[in-house]
């Protein structure tokens, strides 16, 4: 898909591109600061903590929770440390999705994996270190200072990131090889896996910025539809692109006979059914008027990329 | 060492173990609420951690919570709520203590540990769903309705269980042998490893009860030396029992060449200092009066268990 394609002029595509690396910038100070080495030898967990949150990702999800707090203009030393703890939930995941016993990977990011850098019982406690974090994060005042809605993020970064979510999503995608997934349970598989975090970014901004009911759920709406996209948009890539130009390895999906939407109805379908998502995550942002312009340009640019 | 041993009659102590199964029955209430098993294919992980939770384990860290809370009147819905959050931390980390990759056991409480009962990577799954479940537990309005308690107590559990607490300790457990450590750094491994969470069981029980600092410092001063206690008859225990006693893999420290004040000085040197810290622990304990009867039983059970 091109940028045209999501209905986006190149040049804004580009202005976004300069905007997400920016607040990725910002991020990575912020994860810098929160993630301090200790003194003694157990400095090295946190080394591998730093090695696989320090390292360049798109910081995606922090992005939608900085540009969604700012349609409420939350000041951006809040949403960067709830962005930060994010981020601190997304790597985690990666670092046990790449374990031995999980997807076995020895790439990330263009790097060797957590496990394959240091071992693989410091990949564990680092995994889970980083997810205790993440709460510590949140439940601190420096990240804001309401003690309601301090407890609302962290309740909703649980719900989303638990077995009822991105936890349960990986249960069910190490399962769907044996159980013969079909659309529908792939689509689910899916959603909990991927979605259920992009959504909850947009929602934890609105969390921020107390946005009443109605608005949380367009918000939603928005992260469930542009996850759907996203996660079509990285089958094809999986399924396209080199592993030189994604930094991890590539056609895992097709080896492990793991059902996606592309892999069911092929490329050109996908790619409409993409830019429908897209269109439909745009649609979802109505209320916000100009000020959601990030937000949409995320959407689209989360099937114009490369890797 | 006996019950009299601890200054306490062998009546009062039995009495305990009475109060201990009772609080344990209503934990394992809670947490069978607190997981249901989901519909779908996904519930293989919920499985697991039903499965490493509901298992029977003495329910010692909700204990603390609970009789900590009833110093201050705190209602039992509250108090075992946050209790079973605890238990879900104590019990993720003995799940993926067990794997492989880490201390390598094949027993828990004398079962299959979840990684041979179900498979390694479920038992990632169902460690992390569980660690994140805790906080889904502890920031949800039905374990305390106040937004400023829950707040504090996520991040009391955080701190204590993160890289700085239990996952830094179990990090320097697995560097020990290599680094030879010495008496010094065996005593902040276990005040790390195990004395953290026992200490912040007591100390959320504080929090709960909206305790002030100086009352929460001495229910923490309590629950350091409680742990260094129970940190020395779990060595002694490993050195002594055998594995039918504990349910658990014994002489494993031994074998591993970890250094524990039990095999650095003796057992009859370890009995004694186990003595000193439960009577520093029940001293901590003055300003509760005959209140905190159940906490000083609880110091006395520590040393005086046999698995």
């Known amino acids: ?9 190149s040049h804004s595509l580009r202005a976004f591109r300069k905007s997400l690396g920016a607040t990725a910038n910002d991020v990575n100070a912020c994860l810098d600061d929160l993630l301090p080495l200790p003194e003694g030898p157990e400095r090295r967990v946190v080394e591998a903590m730093r090695y696989s949150t320090l390292d360049g990702g798109k910081r995606l999800r922090p992005f939608l929770v900085v ?15 709830i ?7 997304h790597c985690y995941s990666l670092i046990h999705d790449d374990l031995p016993a999980m997807d076995d990977d020895d790439l990330r990011r263009g790097r060797p994996t957590c496990h394959k850098a240091f071992d693989e019982a410091t990949s564990i406690l680092a995994g889970d270190a980083l997810l205790t974090k993440a709460f510590a994060v949140l439940s601190s005042v420096d990240s804001h200072p309401d003690d309601f809605i ?3 993020l962290v309740a909703a970064l649980a719900d989303a990131s638990g ?11 190490l399962l769907a090889a044996d159980l013969d997934f079909d659309e529908q349970q792939t689509e689910r598989l899916q959603a909990l896996k991927t979605g259920r975090m992009l959504a909850v ?17 367009d918000l939603d709406a928005y992260g469930v539809c542009l996850g759907a996209a996203f ?33 069911l109805h ?24 100009d000020t959601a312009e990030s937000l949409r340009a995320a959407a689209a640019f989360t099937v114009s990329r490369r890797s």
Not at 268 to 281: C, F, H, P
């Open 67 to 81: 540009a969604s707090a700012d349609l409420f203009d939350v000041p951006r030393t809040y949403s960067l440390r």
């Open 1 to 9: 898909m091109t940028p045209n394609d999501a209905g986006l002029a």
């Open 163 to 173: 077995a009822e979510g991105m936890v349960g999503g990986q249960m069910l995608d």
């Open 83 to 89: 962005g930060a703890a994010v981020e601190m939930i």
């Open 150 to 152: 301090r407890s609302k």
């Open 201 to 217: 970014s947009c929602q934890m901004g609105g969390i921020l910025g107390q946005a009443e009911p109605e608005v949380l759920k």
């Open 231 to 263: 996660q079509i948009a990285d089958d094809l890539l999986d399924m396209e692109a080199s592993e030189a130009d994604l930094g991890k390895a590539t056609g895992k999906d097709e080896a492990a006979g793991k059902a996606t939407f592309v892999s």
């Open 266 to 289: 092929g490329p050109g379908r996908a790619r409409k059914r993409a830019k429908t998502l897209v269109d439909q995550a745009v649609a979802a942002l109505d209320r916000f008027g």
